[in-house]
């Protein structure tokens, strides 16, 4: 049988090893306190939450079709739509923060909707559009078009007032009174728009709007949380 022999230490080498240790289990402390820190940045600022907005209305949105996530940055609401059994497709000029997320049912498009004629999608092809904390007007009649019947709409972004507040101050990326009724009118059908200022996740002035394109019944009972 095999005799089990603990390796010698010596009394001179045993303050030097007890030093190593307390030295190992330090770094080990730093190290988690660190990951702690950033999954906390990562799953559980307000940042990375998905906008209320977006969360009251979420459940109208079809699943006849992809959801189309405009401007998708880091993809906080790639992932919240995904997270609800919905495919995406999401849509940026830098998608270096889209590649975290894994799953099959997401598409990505690396694209400068800046650039005139850059749209590289067909009319209808969407149930369900999303664009939050981003503004390019010119967009606006090729996002209706994209829009499926009885699809939905999910806009909001900075408005005028929010000068008052911080970034942005460019009137490019403010929208005007009522510019989100304007966009709809005559297109979509209008369920919930508000402008108004809010805290959270920072003090700013918002305009926000869920429409859709003429809903299959208007006399269907919304199941929304108020
Ligand atoms: C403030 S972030 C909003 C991200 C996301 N919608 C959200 O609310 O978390 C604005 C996003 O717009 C994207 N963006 C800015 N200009 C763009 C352009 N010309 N074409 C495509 N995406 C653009 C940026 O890369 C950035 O990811």
Request: hydrophobic letters at 40%; glycine letters at 6%.
């Given at each position: ?29 730093l ?8 999954m ?15 969360q ?21 609401h ?29 598409s ?19 149930a ?66 508000e ?32």
């Amino acid at each position: 049988m095999h005799e089990f022999k603990p390796h010698a230490i010596l009394p001179e080498q045993i303050e030097g090893l007890a030093q190593e240790l307390l030295q190992a289990s330090k770094e080990c402390l730093l190290n988690i306190a660190a990951s702690k820190s950033r999954m906390e940045k990562q799953n559980f600022t307000p940042y990375v939450r998905a906008s209320p907005w977006l969360q009251r209305y979420s459940s109208l949105i079809p699943n006849f079709g992809p959801i189309l996530d405009i401007a998708a940055g880091s993809g906080r609401h790639t992932q919240y739509l995904l997270d609800k059994g919905h495919s995406v497709v999401s849509i940026d000029k830098d998608v270096s923060r889209l590649a975290r997320i894994r799953d099959a049912r997401l598409s990505i498009a690396q694209v400068n909707l800046e650039v005139p004629r850059s749209w590289p999608f067909k009319s209808g092809a969407f149930a369900g559009i999303i664009v939050t904390n981003y503004l390019h007007r010119p967009l606006f009649p090729i996002i209706i078009k994209a829009l499926a019947a009885g699809g939905l709409l999910v806009y909001e972004t900075f408005a005028q007032g929010n000068e008052k507040f911080g970034k942005p101050t460019n009137p490019d990326y403010l929208l005007e009174p009522g510019e989100l009724i304007q966009l709809t009118t005559g297109h979509l059908h209008i369920i919930g728009y508000e402008d108004v200022a809010v805290d959270q996740p920072k003090p700013a002035r918002i305009q926000r709007i869920c429409a859709s394109r003429h809903p299959p019944d208007r006399n269907k009972r919304l199941p929304i949380n108020t």
